[in-house]
């Protein structure tokens, strides 16, 4: 059962023992809001009317999302650049792909890019889904330098006049300062050439308070514009998109719910604050 619906039940109980709100304060901690903010809705929780319980409690997550636009920024006649970036395990490569599928439906040439040279599975996964969705794929040599795919696929992407080019990069722990010279130096070769569009940073729904550690590493190395939240299936861990948004007013922009290419949704505030209590 959902963290919040466990609290939203709690409420409409009536009567609620100490022990059963420190229950629910805790799970809300480890897993979806942190302490600030988990003492905050507990308080409006227990203050709220059994009937009113719901509405009161979304609107308090509500206000927490991020005001700023959630749709892509992609430039008309000429080449939008889109990074993905975000630790291994999280399906940012899968994510890449999804991406690439959705903007290629919309009628755009699209062009790929497998800056991951480090990890080969990524690279073949990343070319697999590419022949799927007949999209051209750049890739470099196993352990070579990813900002030399990045150079590679940036100057083919403004020869041949591609409309978007999305860079899938290395996804190793984010507390490793190597990654992040590496993103950097990505950034620098891609913009030399031509303005970067987005810089997405692609979160696990399941991994609980380190997904504020992982956007605070990227945020402050790669100039993160945006959020796509995976695995997001309702329940209780996915609550870690409302922290993460009201620490850094990020807007997820997308959320994947599956394994399918086309399992890649706009983010939707009033859907998403509506499943937590499901």
Request: net charge neutral; hydrophobic share 40%; aromatic share 4%.
């Given at each position: ?6 609290l939203?039940n709690a ?7 100490q ?29 709220t009317?059994?009937e ?5 409690i ?28 975000g ?12 991406i ?24 073949d ?40 080019l ?7 722990l ?34 609980g ?13 790669a ?11 309702g ?18 922009k ?25």
């Amino acid at each position: 059962m959902s963290l919040f619906k466990r609290l939203l039940n709690a409420v409409r109980a009536g009567s609620v023992s100490q022990d059963q709100w420190d229950e629910i304060r805790s799970a809300l901690i480890t897993a979806d809001l942190g302490v600030k903010l988990a003492d905050q809705v507990i308080e409006q929780a227990k203050s709220t009317k059994p009937e009113d319980a719901k509405q009161v409690i979304k609107e308090q997550l509500s206000q927490w999302l991020s005001k700023k636009d959630r749709k892509l920024t992609l430039t008309p006649n000429a080449v939008s650049t889109i990074l993905i970036v975000g630790v291994n395990g999280t399906g940012k490569t899968t994510t890449t792909a999804k991406i690439a599928n959705l903007i290629k439906n919309e009628g755009n040439k699209v062009l790929l890019a497998a800056a991951d040279t480090f990890r080969a599975a990524a690279v073949d996964q990343l070319q697999t889904w590419a022949n799927r969705i007949d999209i051209e794929v750049v890739t470099g040599a196993a352990n070579g330098d990813p900002a030399s795919v990045a150079f590679s696929a940036i100057s083919k992407a403004k020869s041949e006049k591609y409309d978007c080019l999305i860079v899938d990069t290395a996804g190793r722990l984010h507390t490793k300062n190597n990654l992040m010279s590496e993103l950097e130096k990505i950034i620098k070769v891609i913009e030399k050439q031509s303005p970067i569009n987005e810089i997405l940073l692609v979160i696990d729904a399941t991994t609980g308070q380190n997904g504020i550690n992982q956007a605070k590493s990227f945020i402050e190395s790669a100039g993160v514009t945006g959020l796509i939240l995976t695995k997001l299936d309702g329940g209780a861990k996915g609550g870690i998109g409302i922290a993460i948004e009201k620490e850094f007013g990020l807007p997820i922009k997308f959320t994947g719910q599956g394994e399918q290419i086309t399992d890649l949704a706009a983010f939707d505030p009033e859907q998403y604050l509506d499943s937590l209590f499901e």
